[in-house]
């Protein structure tokens, strides 16, 4: 019995010590040790890219996006646009994911709520950078949006486009998903992202 006991005792002190050098290996994993790599897709003005050739390009991924499938979008406003116009813009958009001000990376937004507007959202997310500026000398958020990402039909997506408080609209394939994709800014004021 006592044999049997010890046998059970190292052959569990084995178990333990193997899963202790299991956890230590796969800390170094790239895996789990670093962040996951943006899969290729972007939405945005690339650093070096005027102004005319991005909404050229924006243009041809829209005309291009297959018909009924639903994908994310960048929707930049041809002006910065407070929470009310925004959400006016957007009238008939399914789904809103982010908002983006400036050249800050995009925010991500819920839904409306219950007696709750799409402009409600967007205030609430401005009025919580504000707060969370506050303090910082006289800096404060901006209070208007220079785009938003949004997830719908292409169809829908082309209605906003007409729209001329829309400067650009750039669509992703169908199979891109939320969170594995980057937004740039898009400077509609025709200065260059890398400042040449």
Known sequence: MDSFDRGRRALALLAIVAL?????????????AKPMAINGDMLGQETSESI?????????SLAEAPAGEKAYALVSFARPLNAEAAAAVLDGIGRVNAMVMLSAPAMALPEPIAGESRADVFQRQITLVDAQLAGIGNVRAPQELNGVVVWDTPEAVKKI??????FSVEILPPDAAWGAFGVRPVNVDGTPLDGA
């Not at 005319?52 to 041809?60: K, L, P, Q, S």
């Not at 486009?161 to 829309?166: I, L, S, T």
Request: aromatic share 8%; glycine share 4%.
């Open 20 to 32: 202790i050098a299991l956890v230590v290996a796969l800390s170094f994993s790239d895996r789990t």
């Open 52 to 60: 005319d050739a991005y909404a050229a390009r924006a243009g041809t």
């Open 161 to 166: 486009a007409e729209n001329p408080e829309v």
